[in-house]
């Protein structure tokens, strides 16, 4: 493990010495006609939003004036952008192009809000507040309608971690974070970080009618992985993804059935992955992982594999170091305005994991068929409807840079280009995208 980092190391990645008409040469030969007035909006935790134009690849427009964005939120018909912004759920009303036009914004009851999803219908958001709450807002409103607890606390992992940094959280607190809506439309699966756990709502009822523990806190349960931050589903709905953050897992569920969900297996990863929707062509999905060069961008095995609690907890208690160190790491990915170090001038990496084996057809499922190296904190991907190009923010990078990611005529997933854009960006979102699980 490396030494901790106590100051500022600036990586710089310099977008590839071509124009445009150079980047589309870098890969296959495709109909880029399905997305040519798509944008893309990504949203920091500085006090805009900027927009991108992914045909020019560059920055287009900016939306100022929100203070503490978190993440945000696309509608599914490309009218509307909503933003987790503090304890404001602020709504964009599109105009154009490049975005602009009406803001409203609604104060809701909470310390801090996370992520925001919108159900199939464009008619609620959910929303985590990072402690133990989603909340039921009117997307046309902004009010709140509900507020939904989290029927877990704090893991024995997690209590162990607690005491040794004297943190001050509940014993209640599952701090509920990167949450999205089943491809079914009546189902929000919530990742329950302090918790170790998903919590299954049915939208019909907003009640939760299932947790699915990953880390065997129940020990009728088998155990995968501890700390999940973020999930995304592949289009058709028959699996989703959760990014098991301090360990470096996905954890793979199989949602064929929505409200019962079931662990399917898990695939090591680099350490710190947060937002995992699929590719929208249901191949593959890109786990951008923020601090794997703390793991040298190697696969985690901090256990390998985490199979139950009981070992989990015995590892941190010979690893405390480390461990927290790890969890540290997780804290500056989730929550911390400011960015975690890099790790001696090296680049963190995306992971992309094949869906049951959809890519290559070799009879290995789950696999990681490429490495990419992406710069300083990747955190947020989203892609283009068709999958061409994923759009994965930096959030680290000084200044704040978005990679965009593609398949190369030579079969090599391969950063082909980067675009400026605000300090420390972290959630991107898709307008007219065909996959919004992020």
Not at 99 to 128: C, F, M, P, Q, W
Not at 168 to 196: C, I, T
Not at 396 to 420: L, Y
Request: hydrophobic share 35%; aromatic share 8%.
């Amino acid at each position: 493990m490396k030494k901790r980092f106590l100051g500022f190391l600036i990586l710089s990645v310099i977008s590839m010495p071509f124009c445009v008409k150079g980047v589309f040469a870098e890969h296959d030969e495709k109909s880029f006609k399905s997305w040519a007035n798509s944008i893309y909006v990504y949203t920091g935790l500085g006090e805009s939003v900027d927009i991108i134009d992914p045909v020019k690849m560059k920055k287009i427009g900016t939306i100022p004036g929100i203070a503490g964005i978190h993440n945000c939120f696309t509608s599914y018909d490309g009218t509307s952008l909503y933003i987790a912004a503090e304890n404001e759920i602020v709504k964009v009303s599109f105009k154009g192009k490049k975005g602009g036009g009406v803001i409203a914004r609604n104060e809701l009851e909470a310390d801090e809000l996370a992520h925001v999803a919108l159900t199939r219908d464009g008619k609620y958001l959910y929303i985590s507040d990072g402690k133990d709450n989603v909340l039921v807002v009117d997307a046309n409103t902004l009010e709140a309608t509900k507020t939904i607890n989290m029927p877990t606390g704090l893991d024995d992992v997690i209590k162990i971690v607690k005491d040794e940094l004297g943190k001050s959280w509940d014993d209640s607190d599952s701090n509920p974070h990167g949450l999205a809506v089943h491809p079914g439309g009546r189902y929000v699966y919530v990742p329950l970080v302090w918790s170790g756990a998903v919590a299954v709502i049915d939208t019909t009822t907003n009640e939760v009618v299932k947790t699915l523990y990953l880390n065997a806190s129940d020990s009728s349960q088998p155990g995968h992985g501890t700390t999940p931050v973020a999930l995304g589903f592949s289009t058709d709905g028959h699996w989703c993804f959760v990014s098991c953050a301090a360990p470096g897992y996905e954890c793979i569920l199989n949602t064929s059935d929505p409200a019962n969900p079931q662990i399917e297996t898990t695939v090591a990863v680099g350490l710190s992955p947060i937002q995992v929707p699929s590719n929208p062509n249901n191949k593959y999905f890109i786990a951008p992982c923020q601090t794997s060069s703390l793991l040298d961008n190697e696969a985690s095995s901090v256990p390998s594999p985490v199979f139950n609690n009981e070992d989990w907890i015995d590892w941190i208690n010979d690893n405390k170091d480390t461990a927290l160190d790890l969890v540290e790491a997780l804290f500056g990915a989730l929550h911390d305005s400011m960015p975690m170090e890099p790790n001696d001038d090296e680049p963190d990496a995306c992971f992309v994991v094949e869906i049951d084996d959809n890519y290559d057809n070799d009879g290995t499922s789950w696999e990681v068929i490429s490495i990419v190296e992406a710069g300083v904190g990747p955190h947020g991907v989203s892609y283009t409807p068709g999958g061409e190009f994923a759009f994965v923010t930096l959030s680290n990078e000084i200044p704040g840079k978005v990679a965009v990611i593609a398949k190369t005529e030579s079969g090599e997933f391969k950063v082909i280009h980067t675009i400026k854009v605000g300090e420390f960006p972290n959630g991107i979102s898709t307008r007219f995208g065909k996959n919004q699980n992020s």
